[in-house]
């Protein structure tokens, strides 16, 4: 959903702003910023899916691609600092939504289906990304680029409601459990962090960092609460 919607205002934008006679350099500046979007924090995504767990990166992405679209579906064909703005955000949500989505897949997939389902998966993908594109130039042909972006919006509001009712898989090696409990602990929910930890020492009960955080834990008396 996240690509279909990205391809369909994507490719329509530098029409949109040719339009009212937007020069190349400007639009081209334009899709640059989106495609920086897109790529340039690809890797402290993939951090925060580590850290936070799959399904608040998917939900941040499914938020940042209606804010992309809201901003630039109300933007004139040359407010190009507004459309920058909205292509930005609608790369950074596509990214979220790609890294947070394709790594969930990736790790609930048996391994002897891996290939398949992550095979089959980027088909689907770049299918609906090419029908998207196709009708997004339909729409802003008989409608215009704000009815475009609309269109999309009710897709997206679809993508958030899944994601909040997703549940991510839990970690399966203690420096998962390990990270999970920091996770935890940072959001104030101690009782689970601990839990997390004492996971992860069952795991590996030689790994330093988590020694000390047992240790840590029972001179302040919260492991022995647990």
Not at 111 to 116: G, L, R
Not at 132 to 149: D, E, N
Not at 167 to 194: I, K, M, Y
Not at 212 to 224: D, F, P, R, S
Request: glycine share 10%.
């Amino acid at each position: 959903i996240g690509h279909v919607a990205m391809v369909s205002i994507m490719v329509m934008t530098p029409v949109h702003m040719k339009h009212v006679d937007v020069s190349l350099t400007i639009i081209g500046l334009v899709v640059s910023v989106h495609v920086a979007g897109m790529y340039a924090f690809s890797p402290i995504v993939g951090v925060l899916a580590d850290r936070l767990g799959r399904r608040p990166v998917i939900i941040a992405g499914a938020v940042t691609l209606i804010a992309a679209a809201t901003v630039a579906g109300t933007a004139p064909g040359d407010s190009y600092m507004q459309l920058g703005i909205g292509l930005f955000l609608l790369g950074l949500g596509w990214s979220m939504a790609m890294v947070g989505g394709s790594t969930l897949l990736a790790e609930s997939t048996d391994e002897s289906h891996k290939t398949t389902v992550q095979g089959s998966s980027d088909l689907l993908m770049s299918a609906a990304g090419a029908v998207g594109g196709a009708l997004a130039g339909v729409i802003i042909a008989v409608f215009s680029y704000g009815w475009l972006c609309a269109s999309v919006l009710p897709l997206l509001a679809a993508l958030l409601m899944a994601a909040l009712r997703l549940r991510d898989r839990q970690p399966q090696n203690a420096t998962s459990w390990f990270v999970f409990g920091c996770a935890l602990e940072l959001t104030g929910h101690l009782q689970e962090a601990v839990e997390a930890w004492s996971r992860a020492y069952q795991l590996n009960p030689n790994s330093l960092a988590v020694l000390a955080t047992m240790a840590e834990l029972q001179q302040i008396g919260a492991l022995a609460e647990s």
